[in-house]
């Protein structure tokens, strides 16, 4: 099992969803997010806005089905043709155990 975290625009967190639950990926958490990247933040005139708002998806899927939900992502969370800073990033975690709490029930 692996864990995916999507830390994305918060404007394309919709669009995301809809195609994540049309790929056949119906289970997702969503946060509302803060923070910045590798620009460390942008500047406004005098105003360094270093706290920026994203979105964080989260979900547990097979290993198998890794390069299909990383695919239905970057299609969808790119702005523009080239993509843009700040669109976000995808890190990708093994998961030793998950349990259903109302069941007990082991894995997915």
């Given at each position: 099992m692996l864990m995916v975290r999507a830390i994305i625009r918060p404007e394309k967190a919709g669009l995301i969803l809809s195609e994540m639950l049309d790929a056949g990926f119906p289970a997702v958490t969503k946060l509302d997010?803060?923070?910045?990247?590798?620009?460390?933040?942008?500047?406004?005139?005098?105003?360094?806005?270093?706290?920026?708002?994203?979105?964080?998806?989260?979900?547990?899927?097979?290993?198998?089905?890794?390069?299909?939900?990383?695919?239905?992502?970057?299609?969808?969370?790119?702005?523009?043709?080239?993509?843009?800073?700040?669109?976000g990033r995808i890190f990708v975690s093994p998961v030793e155990e998950a349990y259903t709490i109302s069941t007990g029930k082991a894995g997915l």
């Open positions: 997010v803060y923070g910045r990247g590798k620009q460390k933040g942008i500047k406004v005139g005098e105003v360094h806005y270093d706290e920026i708002p994203k979105v964080m998806l989260l979900t547990i899927i097979e290993d198998a089905d890794k390069d299909d939900l990383v695919r239905v992502i970057l299609k969808n969370a790119k702005t523009g043709e080239d993509g843009t800073f700040g669109d």
